[in-house]
Nanobody, 122 residues
Framework: QVQVVESGGGSVQAGGSLRLSCAVS????????MGWFRQAPGKEREGVVG????????YYADSVKGRFTISQDNAKNTLYLQMNSLKPEDTAMYYC???????????????WGQGTQVTVSS
């Protein structure tokens, strides 16, 4: 059974930092597409960053470029999202997703975690 578990959310003031983690277990494939998405109240879900763990390009949303950095620990099947210079508009529920392949840089289906809340106050 595939499990995707996010952690690391919390509340910070604008300009602060948080690091999110996404641990994947039970996935058959050695390499796969992973991504972070977020959804704020009343807004549509948007892709934040996507990566193929087997190598290749990393895709960042324009709104987070230069502030967010993704990294991976393949031995632990864990993806990290370092978020710096956080802004109130980054406030959202953040979800991690895993799929066999990427489409336009992001997993398009597959398995999703339960989400972790990030709240940035001004």
């Amino acid at each position: 059974q595939v499990q995707v578990v996010e952690s690391g959310g919390g509340s910070v003031q604008a300009g602060g930092s948080l690091r999110l983690s996404c641990a994947v277990s039970g996935y058959t494939y050695r390499h796969y597409c992973m991504g972070w998405f977020r959804q704020a109240p009343g807004k549509e879900r948007e892709g934040v960053v996507g990566i193929y763990t087997g190598g290749g390009m990393t895709y960042y949303a324009d709104s987070v470029k230069g502030r967010f950095t993704i990294s991976q620990d393949n031995a632990k099947n864990t993806l990290y999202l370092q978020m710096n210079s956080l802004k109130p508009e980054d406030t959202a529920m953040y979800y991690c997703a895993v799929d066999r392949y990427c489409s336009a840089g992001y997993p398009i289906g597959g398995y999703w975690g339960q989400g972790t809340q990030v709240t940035v106050s001004s």
